[in-house]
């Protein structure tokens, strides 16, 4: 007895004090209603588009082996050095929340034995990814991708068509100022050359280099290309470019690629220093941005081809392309462009109710309404008539349907045409029939 009401006192006590309020993980955030109608258009009209380009869904877990993105995504990048979220399972699994997504989707294209399917798997997706970087406008830790991937053909046009539907998407949700930014990164046969050639430039010039670039330059030199400190891009003006280096295989393929890319009339612009973050990367690399904001670390999606990764994953070679973009970014972007959906909730129909027995009625109504495929408002609280009166006016009903104690005794209701205030008392049986009538009307 004494123990129980030391609880309550504490339980009181802890209700007078103020808790300090619990915030989201640090470049983590709530996506709210208003902004989900933003959300669900771009993800509705990118969907629709995949589908009619052929392209089947899939999806893939959030948590992978951590061996995933080191042999994928390759040990020598932003993304694994210092960006991943990983942990050991009780299991003492070593797993990380994905930073990307085609590492995963080449690993399910393996493990699901697609390469016995009819080829070219298309495959698209959805889903939030996780980068542990310094949060600032457009980027979060936690952040959501929309991509896609053509596994299985090595044709050039199959690049061109995936550029060709990234710039579609953002054409269709109205980013229509968009710039193409293509390159070539060779391939096992012509990158290592070009990779000692760089190597051999940049130890020249060693001393202007950033720490970063410096650590790196004898794991992965592509990477200095596009290195944001101002002083190694001063440095990265003068070096050998990739193109000029290219095999006769690379340097057909890019050649073929923008030649199909000239006949589906986008516009495109060469960037000899586009490398793109990751190492699965071999011939085409592309970026789209926003017209003006080039260069600003803010691209709108990216994306290229990856011939070696699905054989590098453990599945026979098999070359593939693929791209995405953040939503959150198209999202912002659409926001800043003034994009108003229609954002009005509405309801056809509002139900008031006054009292405890009209409340149980209402229950039962409300249910029945939505059943008759009828959209319905409630107010559940106390507020008075007037009030849920205003309510009805905010969701643009057209009909009230008001329930008080007598009516709730009786088996009647109160319909009531917000338009004119005309109001009638009809019988409960007679409500759904009643209010169909009227709607259709
Ligand atoms: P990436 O493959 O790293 O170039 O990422 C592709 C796209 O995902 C970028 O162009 C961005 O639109 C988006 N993205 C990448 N990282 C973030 C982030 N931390 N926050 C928000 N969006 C991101």
């Known amino acids: 007895m004494l123990k129980i009401k030391k609880q309550k006192t504490e339980a009181v006590k802890r209700k007078r004090k103020k808790l300090t309020p619990i915030q989201a993980v640090k470049g983590m955030r709530d996506i709210l209603p208003p902004e989900q109608f933003i959300w669900d258009y771009v993800l509705e009209n990118s969907k629709k588009l995949c589908h009619n380009f052929g392209f089947g869904r899939i999806e893939t877990p959030i948590l992978e082996y951590t061996e995933l993105f080191h042999r994928g995504v390759g040990q020598i990048t932003d993304i694994v ?17 994905r930073p990307e997504g085609t590492a995963g989707i080449a690993r399910a294209y ?28 457009g980027r979060y830790r936690q952040f959501h991708q929309f991509g896609f991937e053509i596994f299985g053909d090595e044709c050039p ?23 193409i930014q293509l390159n070539s990164i060779g391939c096992g046969e012509c990158r290592p ?4 050639l760089l190597t051999d430039y940049y130890e020249m010039k060693i001393h202007k280099l950033c720490p970063d670039c ?3 330059l004898s794991d992965n030199p592509l990477r200095l290309l596009d290195c944001k400190e101002e002083k190694c891009a001063q440095v990265s003006s003068g070096v050998p470019q990739i193109i000029d280096h290219l095999c006769e295989a690379c340097h057909d393929h890019f050649k073929n690629v923008l030649e199909f890319l000239d006949e589906l009339e986008i516009s495109y612009v060469l960037n000899s220093s586009l490398v793109r973050g990751l ?21 709108l999606g990216g994306g290229g081809r990856y011939d070696d990764l699905v054989g ?28 108003h959906l229609d954002q009005k909730i509405e309801r056809e129909v509002f139900l008031v109710q006054l009292g405890n027995m009209a409340r149980k009625k209402i229950l039962s109504l409300f249910n029945n309404l ?6 319905v408002g409630e107010s559940l609280g106390r507020g008075s008539i007037k009030s849920q009166l205003r309510m009805a006016n905010r969701f643009n009903s057209k009909l009230a349907l008001i329930i008080g104690q007598k009516e709730a005794l009786d088996g009647t209701i109160i319909i009531r045409d917000m338009e004119s205030g005309m109001q009638e008392v009809i019988t409960m049986e007679s409500v759904i029939a009643e209010v169909k009538k009227r709607l259709k009307g």
Do not use: C, H
């Not at 550029?163 to 968009?178: E, R, S, V």
């Not at 939505?370 to 959209?375: L, T």
């Open 312 to 339: 590098i994953l453990g599945g026979e070679t098999v070359p593939a392309v693929g791209f995405s973009f953040g939503v959150e970014r198209a999202v912002e972007r659409l926001l800043q462009g003034g994009l």
């Open 157 to 179: 046009a199959i690049d061109a068509q995936i550029i060709y539907l990234a710039w579609k998407i953002f054409q269709k949700i109205g980013i229509k100022n968009t710039i």
């Open 193 to 196: 050359a070009y990779k000692k």
């Open 110 to 137: 393996v493990e699901n034995g697609m390469s016995k399917w009819s080829q070219p798997v298309k495959l698209y997706y959805e889903g939030p990814m996780f980068r542990y970087e310094n949060p600032q406008a």
């Open 279 to 299: 190492d699965y990367y071999t011939k085409t690399v592309f970026e789209i941005w926003e017209v003006g904001k080039e260069g600003s670390q803010s691209s």
């Open 81 to 97: 050095e210092k960006e991943m979220f990983s942990f050991e399972t009780q299991g003492k699994d070593a797993v990380s929340l």
């Open 214 to 216: 410096k650590r790196r």
């Open 370 to 375: 939505i059943d008759a495929r009828i959209s």
